[in-house]
Each structure stands twice: as C-alpha cells, then as structure tokens.
Nanobody, 120 residues
Framework: QVQLVESGGGLVQPGGSLRLSCAASGSIFSIYDVGWYRQAPGKQRELVATIRSGGSAAYADSVKGRFTISRDNAKNTVDLQMNSLKPEDTAVYYC??????????????WGQGTQVTVSS
C-alpha cells in the first residue's frame, strides 16, 4: 500500500509559478512510476507529467517547457514545478503512483488532489 498526499496548490496570477509536492508513505516509493494528472471542471482527467522509477520524465505537449517533474527517493516525494502558468492550467491536480509487479499484478494509487487556480 502507498498513501499519497499532495500539497502546494493555490491561487496564482497568470505568468506565475507554483510548486506541487506529492509525499508518499507506506511502501518502497522508489520502485513506482509517478504521474501528475489534472482534471478541470467538466473535463476528463489528463496526464500532465510522469517520472519513471529510473528517473526519466515525460510531459504533455501543453506543459512542455513550463513544467518540470522531479523526485527525491530519499524523501519519498515527487514535485511538479509549474512556471508561466496560464488560466487553462486551472484544475485539481492529482498524484498517481503505479507499478506492475509479479504475475502482472498492477499497483495503482491516487492522492486526494490539490486545487490550482490561475486567475487575475
């Protein structure tokens, strides 16, 4: 079992920055791939950025060059640095930890989400 807690959301003006953090407990977090997702009102949840257990990262086209995902396995955290924020980045942001274990058993955990609002 992995418990995930997001923090760092809030209200920011367009062009501003926020840093989200996902803190994990309960298992060996370093072996999990971790993703940040977001869901805006009336829209489907979408993948924003991922970081593999080995450290490689990938981003949605809409956030490339503006967002950076990083992990600190010693602290069991994965952060999402968000710069040059736009109103369309407004959403609830969720942290997800995922891995496939022996016999193809899937382990999939979600945090409770943190609200990010970009508005003047």
């Amino acid at each position: 079992q992995v418990q995930l807690v997001e923090s760092g959301g809030g209200l920011v003006q367009p062009g501003g920055s926020l840093r989200l953090s996902c803190a994990a407990s309960g298992s060996i977090f370093s072996i999990y791939d971790v993703g940040w997702y977001r869901q805006a009102p009336g829209k489907q949840r979408e993948l924003v950025a991922t970081i593999r257990s080995g450290g490689s990262a990938a981003y949605a086209d809409s956030v490339k060059g503006r967002f950076t995902i990083s992990r600190d396995n010693a602290k069991n955290t994965v952060d999402l640095q968000m710069n040059s924020l736009k109103p369309e980045d407004t959403a609830v942001y969720y942290c997800n930890a995922f891995r496939v274990g022996v016999f193809n058993r899937k382990y999939d955990y979600w945090g409770q989400g943190t609200q990010v609002t970009v508005s003047s």
